[in-house]
């Protein structure tokens, strides 16, 4: 092991959208040094090489081994997750692993499976269950100041299914569709707030464009053990825009132009068939476009309200609104040093003080089960139980 104060080696594996969202964080976080980087595409090897040093490699079984890599960023399509991460394990390597951890249920357990196995940590991130406001929900919470948790309601209309897509990203078989790739952000976030362990779903799901033959809205009502509950609804459909109920911040922490409505349908319309979509999303990734800027915002997940005995609780990118009994007052949440700093705290404290993550293999697998449990409750009006939920660790 690296001595304490020494930059984490950070390997990374994948170099598209997912990659280009988290590089500003790692870049403005000393305790990592971006040192390895394996995709398949030499210019984005090529333009990784030229800007930030390292090795890069073919291969991803080839980047676990490279002696400079401490830990592993995984940040391939999900499809691939299994295998990426049992390439790390098996070099002994602690991985940040993007959402979702699997598409099928089997291959998220395979994959704790391994990392246990290798005594390795694994986390499941950037996901926004690390947004600051998150935890500054979730610290009020813990102090019982307010009482129980009671209830959770978040929403979030977005434009996610007119970005472009590689087509399995429009197949839910393949882990298409808004249930494996935005659920699972909300049910990271009310997992975490009302204490993970969830107990049954009920959910509706809705597939309404032939042109995009997958999943772009659900609702969906989640129990928990303790009686708390969480309504969740989303819409990908691009019409109504949330982000205007959350002072026109976007998810990922920048200013939005809300006059660029309907920029997603139209950069659409470049893209006629799956082949020229693909590559319209391919010159969004590392080497064909710039590196956003540092965002200036927390990063959020739509508007969520969480009621308490004592009060509710609106969660903004700023921090939040406290609607007490007599009073309400805006609490800022603490500044960060980047976005995605949550993760990267996290994963610093898995490598360095062996600090097992509340959003370990495990918590990602229970969020998995849920996304499979709404899509199970909408295919049959039936409402799902859960077994493979867990509480945070301490
Ligand atoms: N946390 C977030 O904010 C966020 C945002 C977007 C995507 N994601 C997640 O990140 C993952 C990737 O999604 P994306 O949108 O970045 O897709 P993408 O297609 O933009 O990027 C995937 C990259 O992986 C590369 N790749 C393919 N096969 C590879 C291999 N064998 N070895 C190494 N690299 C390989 C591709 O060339 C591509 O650059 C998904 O699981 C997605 O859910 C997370």
Redesign the pocket.
């Known amino acids: 092991m690296p001595s304490s104060d020494h930059p984490i080696g950070l390997g990374v ?7 280009m ?1 988290t590089l500003p964080s790692i870049l403005a976080d000393r305790r990592f040094r971006l040192v390895a980087a ?4 030499e210019e ?1 090897r090529a333009a990784f090489a030229a800007a930030l040093g390292g090795s890069v490699h073919a291969d ?1 079984a080839e980047l676990c081994h490279d002696p400079n890599v401490d830990a592993v960023y995984i ?4 499809q ?2 299994r295998d990426h991460v049992i390439a790390a394990a098996s070099a002994g390597k602690h991985v940040l692993v ?3 951890l699997a598409i099928a249920m089997e291959d998220g357990a395979a994959m704790v499976a391994a990392a246990e196995a290798a005594g390795i940590q694994m986390i499941v991130g ?2 926004h269950s690390f947004d600051g406001p998150v935890a500054q929900a979730h610290a009020m919470i813990q102090s019982g100041k307010l009482g129980r948790l009671r209830m959770i309601q978040a929403f979030n209309y977005t434009d996610f299914l007119y970005r472009p897509r ?1 087509s399995e990203e429009l197949d839910t078989a393949q882990g298409g569709g808004v249930i494996f ?1 935005q659920a699972v952000h909300q049910i990271d976030i009310v997992r975490l707030l009302a204490g993970g362990l969830a107990r049954n779903v009920a959910a509706q799901t809705g597939r309404w464009d032939q042109s995009r033959p997958t999943e772009g809205a659900y609702a969906a009502l989640i129990a928990f053990a303790d009686g708390a509950f969480a309504s969740l609804l989303y819409s990908g459909y691009a019409h109504f825009d949330s982000d205007a109920w959350m002072d026109w911040v976007g998810e990922l922490g920048h200013a939005k132009d809300p006059s660029r409505y309907g920029a997603a349908r139209q950069m659409l319309t470049q893209a006629p068939d799956a082949q020229t979509e693909a590559a319209l ?1 391919q010159s969004r ?1 590392y080497g064909a476009s710039p590196v956003p800027d540092p965002a200036p915002h927390h990063e959020h997940f739509g508007p969520i309200i969480l009621s308490l005995d004592r009060a509710d609780l609106r969660l903004t990118p700023g921090g939040l609104w406290l609607y007490g009994d007599t009073e309400q007052r805006f609490i800022p949440a603490p500044r960060i040093l980047s976005p995605r700093a949550g993760a990267l705290d996290a994963l610093h404290d898995a490598v360095r003080l062996g600090r097992r993550p509340v959003q370990s293999g495990a918590w990602g697998l229970a969020n998995l089960e849920i996304c499979h449990a709404i899509l199970h409750a909408a295919a049959t009006g039936q409402s799902v139980g859960l077994a493979h939920q867990i509480a945070p660790a301490d």
């Open positions: 594996a994948g170099l598209g959208r997912a990659f969202l394996a995709a398949p595409r984005s991803v940040a391939t399509p999900h691939m997750h993007d959402k979702p950037p996901s590689r790739s999303k990734g």
